[in-house]
T-cell receptor
Framework: GAGVSQSPSNKVTEKGKDVELRCDPI?????LYWYRQSLGQGLEFLIY????????KSGLPSDRFSAERTGGSVSTLTIQRTQQEDSAVYLC???????????????FGPGTRLTVL | SQKIEQNSEALNIQEGKTATLTCNYT??????LQWYRQDPGRGPVFLLL?????KEKRKERLKVTFDTTLKQSLFHITASQPADSATYLC??????????FGKGTRLSVIA
């Protein structure tokens, strides 16, 4: 079956513009995660969805970042008034269910590379 | 604060040897520990999960150990091949919170 997909694969934008990044999780996966990975850095957790609700938004770096998930499926990460420090690869992952040990294997998409000029 | 460290940024080994990668953590009590592989330009791919009450887990040429006393996991690749070259990430899993990832170790297997 299809894996996690993300679009666009690359996005170049000017400082101050808003961007929307999209994630299509694996069908049936109830948990969805957004991470950010900067060059040479580990994965930085941003936000986690269980169904359409976000129990953990603790990783969002500022109020310029927001995310939503509709229909328990597609999720959109929005960055408003982008800054150069927002440049990174944004990764989305989904899992069958959170917090169930062996079922918490996360399946990652290929990421969106965001460059803010 | 929670901290997870992987022993080195880069590790070079000769083909056929065993690669050993280390993951140490502090201020954390994970229920599980996961290892992922990441190739350039791609998202991480799950490899193995080990539970806190398991000492060792194996999958083909991969072996993971988990020592909750030392707060350390070791990841071994036996009979390494150039195709094993990638970045390997460990992640702590409490079972009810998002994973906490290390920065990864970039493994290069030289033919």
């Amino acid at each position: 079956g299809a894996g996690v997909s993300q679009s666009p694969s690359n996005k170049v934008t000017e400082k101050g513009k808003d961007v929307e990044l999209r994630c299509d999780p694996i069908s049936g996966h109830t948990a969805l995660y957004w991470y950010r990975q900067s060059l040479g850095q580990g994965l930085e957790f941003l936000i986690y969805f269980q169904g359409n609700s976000a129990p953990d938004k603790s990783g969002l770096p500022s109020d310029r970042f927001s995310a939503e998930r509709t229909g328990g499926s597609v999720s959109t990460l929005t960055i408003q008034r982008t800054q150069q420090e927002d440049s990174a690869v944004y990764l989305c992952a989904s899992s069958l269910a959170p917090g169930t040990g062996g079922n918490n294997e996360q399946f990652f998409g290929p990421g969106t590379r965001l460059t803010v000029l | 604060s929670q901290k997870i460290e992987q022993n080195s940024e880069a590790l070079n080994i000769q083909e056929g040897k065993t690669a050993t990668l280390t993951c140490n953590y502090t201020n954390y009590s994970p229920a599980y520990l996961q290892w992922y592989r990441q190739d350039p330009g791609r998202g991480p791919v799950f490899l193995l999960l080990i539970r806190e009450n398991e000492k060792e887990k194996r999958k083909e040429r991969l072996k993971v150990t988990f020592d909750t006393t030392l707060k350390q996991s070791l990841f071994h690749i036996t009979a390494s091949q150039p195709a094993d070259s990638a970045t390997y990430l460990c992640a702590l899993d409490k079972g009810n919170t998002p994973l906490v990832f290390g920065k990864g170790t970039r493994l290069s297997v030289i033919a």
